[in-house]
């Protein structure tokens, strides 16, 4: 039973929540928007703008199915029966209205700049926000991700939708001021928009509201590396003796011609009188001690 009063006070809670938020979007600075409106052919509209001082502005007109930019004409863009900005500014900021037979809310609009934030799969990622809460009671905290309800947190309640075990914020964060939203494990699927802000006790905003847009990078295949194997080490090795195997090779060749030279001379020119086999030791011996001294010149 208690499961199941937890998941009905959860629900309740969010719902609280977004009855206070739904007329308010955000957006991040630098993005496009387009306003929740629709210019319908056989209707005449007009987009205002409303400024804190209670002036208006027109920013657009619908007649006949088709819009007529009056403000922003270098950043408006029109898309079928849409309108909105291809790109916003920080001083877009504020309350816009149609204004038509039939009244509809007024959108707050809130241009945010955004921390950009990259993190590879599998690792924890910290969202910073933070707020002022010293001397002020009855606060929620409010995360939502790419325009959808994420997490609330206040001084009665604390929870998150989705996967709320790879969800956390500090224990601490009335007492710090510290709002950031932990994400453990991170997952391709939790890149997005994030934007944090403050409710007081009557569910109205509470300053300024903190976004961050969360990249992720995959893991790939080709980005594991292996050891090199020491075959390259002793063909190395082996490569680098070579020239002494030669170098060795030669030398016993030729003192093998010169001995045999020898001998046959000897034979030749001293067959009578006999051999002096002195001579072929000595000549052997000079022959055999410049060995080193050559393999060493060759290498």
Known sequence: MAPLLK???????????????????????GDPFMFPVNCEPGESET???????GCTSDVATCHSGKW??????????????????????YNDGGVYELKISKPKD???????????????????????????????????????????LLCVKNSRYDGCSGTPDRLSMSTDWFTHGDLSLTVARVQPGDRGDYFCYVQDEHGNHSGNPAA????????????ITTPETPVNQ??????????????????????????????????WSHFKSGCDFRKIYKLVGNQHTSQPNEATTTV
């Open 7 to 29: 998941e009905v006070f959860f629900t309740l809670t969010f719902i609280h929540v977004f009855l206070h938020v739904a007329d308010c979007v955000k957006v991040i600075l």
């Open 47 to 53: 987009l205002l703008r409303v400024f804190k001082d």
């Open 68 to 89: 007529t930019v009056k403000m922003y004409k270098d950043r408006m863009m029109i898309n079928s029966s849409k309108i909105g900005f291809n790109r916003t500014i």
């Open 106 to 148: 007024p959108v707050q609009l809130e241009v945010v700049a955004a921390w950009k934030v990259s993190v590879a799969e599998d690792e924890t990622v910290i969202l910073p926000c933070y707020f002022e809460t010293t001397g002020k009671t009855g606060l929620t905290v409010v995360w939502e991700k790419n325009g959808k």
């Open 212 to 223: 961050v847009r969360l990249a992720v990078r995959e893991k790939k295949a080709h980005q």
């Open 234 to 267: 002793t063909q190395s090795c082996s490569e680098q003796t070579k020239p002494w195997k030669i170098s060795t090779l030669v030398v016993s060749v030729s003192l093998l011609v010169a001995v045999a030279l020898v001998v046959i001379l000897c034979f």
